[in-house]
């Protein structure tokens, strides 16, 4: 049988007369263009309308389809209908991101990457939208604006300002454990497949019989850990900026398929409410849950095996929110989460419009919505045709609730409290990002984060650096770093670094070869340059000669 030949058309599906889109019609062959050119102005308008706004964090990132898998049963923990038997699998949607940049800036820089994941659950649209880490910069969502602000750019110059964002974070103090992982290694993950991904909030979980759980939600990458050294990814923000999104794309055609294990914590309510007892917050998500009193369970696996069919259409408008759950899983009273309950939807109403759920890859195809939500821009769904529009009503056929016994408790947290405004500023900000440093980091990685928030911190000003500084000790760095701003004569650091086994000096710069780099420092007495590298000026390393430690002061 042939094949139906394809028609070029108009929007209206009208059929285009030869030369249709590539000559405009005219009175005569020099006149002008004429307004009945529909043709012309059909495909001038739309392409006028193209854009949509871009997302306010978030905007650059890449997407893939695949399905999850049930390994292992955790029933005890969630009544969850994904969850509910062993080899169950539902289709999902992922999309990766960098937070601070723009749609067309490049995925190779040193900042968080989301890690958000749609499950098409029978029982609708589940959507876990996370991190690459297991925390967060702040724990109340009041200061998310500011924060995001401190990672765009500046207001005046329009340029991105490393003095807005180290003054913020020098500033608040819960900002140190997330800034200590974001300036390791792991703050530049090669691609999106080397990397974990984190539900990073506390969700309360309850199962068929109504126990709640608190659950953390962990998905390990099984390509392995992998990062990119700084040299590298900054040679990558200038030959391919998209190198995360073709890395992903040509992994899945070539049927490399990406996959991750999901594992979760769990703690009971009693558990939860001995740890606040006790001065930890187990809802707060500037810290983790320590591993050794709550284990990780295996969960199942993660599979990505499709690349979308077309980016905008499934990428670019494929929406998450913290706040679409399923029964058996909902929010907690972790803050952060529940600004964001609010604040994701919100940006989705804004930037597709209030009917975005209709777009086909946000649709919950399992479980089709029956409400009585109508209308609005772009009503594409057959609007429930004649069903009734309010509730309750006597149509035997309406939608009722699923189920009209008195509702699972909503948390397991007692919520009578008096209402005010609680800082948490003071809280334990330290002692988690200590142990990161000195237990989970190796010498090396060690001495490469304190030259990482080094070639950042050059570039603030002297206060700035010296309330860094100040911040930094309190997590039980051996280590200072007071990188001078300032630079006398031609280029020579005013101040350099103190410390009891290594330190950074800020030298005259920029400069393009090590070697030259090398040449521009003179090391302290007793103390010799282990590393000195061009980073938008020049930054060495210096350790100790001898077994003495050495303090390098003002010039």
Known sequence: MATKKSVLSTSNGAPLPNHGLTASQTAGPHGPIVLQDFALLDHLAHFDRERIPERVVHAK??????????????????????????????????RFSTVGGEQGSADTVRDPRGFAIKFYTEEGNWDLVGNNTPIFFIR??????SFIHTQKRHPSTHLKDANMMWDFISLRPETTHQVSFLFSDRGIPDGHRHMNG???????????????????????????????????????????????????????GRKEYPTWTLYVQVLTVAQATAHLEA????????????????????VGKLVLNR????????????????????????????????????????????????????????QSVQRPPRNYQRDGFMTVNGNQGSAPNYFPNSDPTSPQYLDTRDPVPQSGAALLAAVARYSTKDDDNFSQAGQFYRQVLNDDERARLVDNIAGSLVHASDAVQARTVRGRSSIGWDVD????????????????????????????????????????????????IQTCRPHRGCVATLVNSGSSAYHVSRA
């Not at 890449?62 to 699998?89: C, M, N, P, Q, W």
């Not at 390990?220 to 890395?247: E, H, S």
């Open 140 to 145: 109340d969502p009041i200061l998310f604006p």
């Open 61 to 94: 990132g890449a997407g893939a389809f695949g399905y999850f898998e049930t390994t292992h049963d955790i029933s005890s923990v969630t009544s969850a209908a994904l969850f509910s038997a062993v080899g169950k699998r539902t289709p999902i949607a992922v």
């Open 481 to 528: 770093v007071s990188l001078g701003g300032e630079f006398h004569g031609r280029g020579q650091p005013v101040w350099t670094a103190c410390g009891s086994k290594s330190g950074r000096v800020a030298c005259e710069g920029p400069t393009r070869r090590s070697q030259a780099c090398r040449s521009q420092v003179e090391p302290p007495a007793g103390c010799r």
């Open 279 to 298: 001065g930890f917050n187990p809802f707060d998500v500037t810290k983790v849950w320590p591993h050794d009193a709550s284990p990780l369970r295996e």
């Open 198 to 252: 984190y539900g990073s909030h506390t969700f309360e979980n309850v199962n068929k019989d109504g126990v709640v759980s608190y659950v953390k939600y962990h998905f390990k990458t099984d390509q392995g850990i992998r990062n990119l050294p700084v040299d590298v990814a900054d040679k990558l923000a200038g030959t391919n900026p998209d190198y995360a999104i073709q890395d992903l794309y040509e992994a899945i």
């Open 307 to 362: 690349n979308p069919p077309n980016y905008f259409s499934d990428v670019e408008q494929l929406a998450f929110s913290p706040a679409h759950f399923v029964p058996g899983i909902q929010a907690s009273p972790d803050k952060m989460l529940q600004g964001r309950l609010f604040s994701y939807s919100d940006t989705h109403r804004h930037r597709l419009g209030p009917n975005y759920q209709q777009i086909p890859v946000n």
